[in-house]
């Protein structure tokens, strides 16, 4: 049973409005939460469901969209609520009308991210752990990127390779890789950046009056790259959004091999997510590193 009483009556707390909810509609969702539109009272709010277990997954969605929303950079849906009871955890959002992509739009995504990346913090981390998909991302504070990516990115990501099973080669070549890291680093000084964190084109739209929107995020602060590398590890980012970016804020040209870097992350996460489908090419990605060092 859907805990719609219970996520009615907090949007009413929350808004300082009463809402009585006339219709519910399941919409397409991702693969991890159920996602439904709720009415009433002229009123729209789109509504993310899952285990009651799943509570700080939500709370850290929406601190990060907070995070986000207060750069004053890109628009994302606002956070109403987050609550649950017994059986069911929630996040309620702002609902938002999204429209048709645009050439327009796609260049202001690319110089609102550069914006975005722009706004620094002192140290790579968050104040708090998320989740990137269902997987935990360790976010603690760290005065070094190398240090941050190898102890809370990929060498979190092989240990839970190992104990899912994947031994062997991977694990044999990540170690040399995580040993050798500083070699992709010859006189790049990443910058904390403000991060979306899980940036494909999923996770990105445009509003109805064409303007771009970020949703599930996996915020933190690191180097901006690694937002680059993933639009370009699934494609879907046209040509106008990547020309807009660099303008407004050039990629160092190091860049070109440490994208490999960055997108090993991503699969190696979903490797541990979805299964072996996925190890020849995180097997691949890590013997091409490695071959840039030797």
């Known amino acids: 049973m859907l805990p719609w009483s219970d996520i009615t009556a907090q949007i009413s707390n929350s808004t300082g409005f009463p809402f009585a909810m006339e219709k519910a509609a399941s919409i397409g969702g991702g693969c991890i939460n159920e996602a439904h ?24 969605e929406a601190m ?11 628009r994302v849906p606002v956070p109403v609520c987050w609550g649950k009871n017994k059986s069911k955890a929630w996040l309620v959002l702002e609902y938002l009308e999204m429209s048709n992509v645009s050439s327009s739009g796609t260049a202001a ?5 550069a914006a975005m990346h722009r706004i620094s913090s002192g140290k790579f981390g968050w104040m708090r752990d998320n989740t990137i998909g269902a997987t935990l991302q360790i976010n603690s504070y760290s005065p070094s990127w190398i240090q941050f990516w190898r102890e809370q990115r990929l060498g979190y990501q092989l240990q839970l390779a190992r104990v899912n099973g994947y031994t062997g080669k991977l694990q044999t070549q990540g170690e040399q890789l995580l040993a050798q890291l500083d070699f992709f680093f010859p006189e790049a000084k990443p910058v904390a950046s403000l991060l979306h964190g899980d940036l494909w084109s999923g996770n990105y739209s445009f509003d109805h009056a064409g303007q771009p929107v970020l949703f599930d995020p996996a915020v933190y602060y690191g180097d901006r790259e690694t937002d680059i ?19 407004a804020y050039p990629l160092d040209p190091g860049y070109s091999t440490r994208k490999t870097l960055y997108n090993l992350y991503h699969i190696l996460n979903h490797l541990n997510l979805f299964g072996g489908g996925y190890l020849r090419q995180a097997e691949q990605m890590t013997g091409r590193l490695l071959a840039e060092i030797h």
Request: charged share 20%; no cysteine; aromatic share 16%.
């Open 37 to 60: 539109r709720i009415e009433g009272n002229g009123r729209r709010f789109f509504v993310k469901l899952n285990h009651a277990d799943s509570l700080a997954m939500f709370e850290a």
């Open 64 to 74: 990060g969209l907070q995070e986000i929303y207060r750069s004053h950079t890109l």
């Open 109 to 113: 995504l690319g110089a609102r991210l």
């Open 229 to 247: 590398a993933m639009t370009e590890l699934f494609g879907g980012f046209p040509a106008a959004f990547y020309a807009a970016y660099r303008e």
